[in-house]
């Protein structure tokens, strides 16, 4: 995001209401936690796949929720 994208997100921010404040908090709060447990996420199965651990096909596909 450059500067004055962000500068402009600020200023629009700072005309909501406390409500819509509130709101918009919760869901930044939200996006950091989503972002930090995708990352977990990602580590760990990185780290699987460095220690040779592998999935078959048709376990990726149950996991992926295909036939």
């Not at 402009?8 to 404040?21: I, M, P």
């Not at 930044?28 to 199965?45: G, M």
């Not at 780290?47 to 992926?64: H, P």
Request: charged residues 25%; without cysteine; hydrophobic residues 35%.
């Amino acid at each position: 995001m450059t500067a004055v994208k962000f500068l402009d997100l600020k200023q629009r921010s700072s005309e909501l209401s406390e409500k819509q404040r509130q709101n918009l908090s919760a869901h930044l709060i939200q996006l950091s936690q989503v972002r930090a447990s995708r990352k977990q996420e990602t580590s760990r199965r990185l780290n699987a796949m460095a220690s040779g651990e592998k999935v078959s096909v048709s376990d990726l596909n149950k996991q992926l929720g295909h036939s």
